[in-house]
C-alpha cells in the first residue's frame, strides 16, 4: 500500500559525525519535505523539494543538506555543522497543487 | 520569530462535549491553513483545510473558522470522542511561498470519559 518511508526509526550517532536519514514515498508525489520537530515546538521546515533535481532551502537548512535524484527518494543528511541535531525528523510529500501533505512516522535521531 | 502561535498547549475536554482549539498568526500573506492531528511516535495527519476566501470549513465532526481580520483560527470538535485524544498542529502557508508551511507548536487534547 501506499505510503512514506522513513528509515530507521530510531538513530544515535556520536558528535561529529555526517548521519543520513532516508525518506521514500511511493504516492508518485512531485513535492516532499524535511521537518524537524523540537520539545514544545511546532514543525520547522529544513528544505523542500517541488520536484526532481531541485530543491530550496527551508527556515532552518543550515548544518543540513539533501538531494532529490529520483522522485522517489529525499534523503537529508545531518552534518557535523549543525549544532545541535538531537530531534524528530519528518519527511512529508504532496501532490501538485494539493496544500495538505503526507507525512511519515519520524526518524528520532540522537547525537552523544 | 514565531508566526504561528497555538497559546494553549494542552486541553482537557469530557467525552460528547466540543473541543475548541485556537490558532493566531501574524503573517497577513497567509491564505491557506491546516490542521494537523498527531499521535505520539507517528506523522502527522491532516485533518483539514481552510483557504482565506472562506470563513467556514466543514467536514464532519470537524469545522475550522477563519477570522482573517482578527489573524485568528479555530478547530470546534463536536463531539469529541476518545480517540480525538492527541496533539493537534495549526499551519499556515502563503501562495506565493508554496509548500513552506509555518506550524504552530501544537495543543495537546485529552478527552476524558
Known amino acids: 500500500d501506499g505510503g512514506i518511508t522513513q528509515s530507521p526509526k530510531y538513530l544515535f550517532r556520536k558528535e561529529g559525525q555526517n548521519v543520513t536519514l532516508s525518506c521514500e514515498q511511493n504516492?508518485?508525489?512531485?513535492?516532499m519535505y524535511w521537518y524537524r520537530q523540537d520539545p514544545g515546538q511546532g514543525l520547522r521546515l529544513i528544505y523542500y523539494?517541488?520536484?526532481?533535481?531541485?530543491?530550496q532551502k527551508g527556515d532552518i537548512a543550515e548544518g543540513y543538506s539533501v538531494s532529490r535524484e529520483k522522485k522517489e527518494s529525499f534523503p537529508l543528511t545531518v552534518t557535523s555543522a549543525q549544532k545541535n541535531p538531537t530531534a524528530f525528523y519528518l519527511c512529508?510529500?504532496?501532490?501538485?497543487?494539493?496544500?495538505?501533505?503526507?507525512f511519515g512516522q519520524g526518524t528520532r535521531l540522537t547525537v552523544v | 520569530d514565531q508566526q504561528v502561535k497555538q497559546n494553549s498547549p494542552s486541553l482537557s475536554v469530557q467525552e460528547g462535549r466540543i473541543s475548541i482549539l485556537n490558532c493566531d498568526y501574524t503573517?497577513?500573506?497567509?491564505?491557506?491553513f491546516l490542521w494537523y492531528k498527531k499521535y505520539p511516535a507517528e506523522g502527522p495527519t491532516f485533518l483539514i483545510s481552510?483557504?482565506?476566501?472562506?470563513d467556514k470549513n466543514e467536514d464532519g465532526r470537524f469545522t475550522v473558522f477563519l477570522n482573517k481580520s482578527a489573524k485568528h483560527l479555530s478547530l470546534h470538535i463536536v463531539p469529541s470522542q476518545p480517540g480525538d485524544s492527541a496533539v493537534y498542529f495549526c499551519?499556515?502557508?502563503?501562495?506565493?511561498?508554496?509548500?513552506?508551511?509555518?506550524f504552530g507548536a501544537g495543543t495537546q487534547v485529552v478527552v476524558t470519559p
Open positions: 512529508a510529500s504532496s501532490m501538485t497543487g494539493k496544500v495538505f501533505a503526507f
Open positions: 504516492l508518485n508525489h512531485d513535492a
Open positions: 523539494s517541488q520536484i526532481v533535481n531541485d530543491f
Open positions: 503573517n497577513s500573506m497567509f491564505d491557506y
Open positions: 481552510i483557504s482565506s476566501i472562506k
Open positions: 499551519a499556515a502557508m502563503a501562495t506565493d511561498s508554496w509548500g513552506k508551511f509555518q
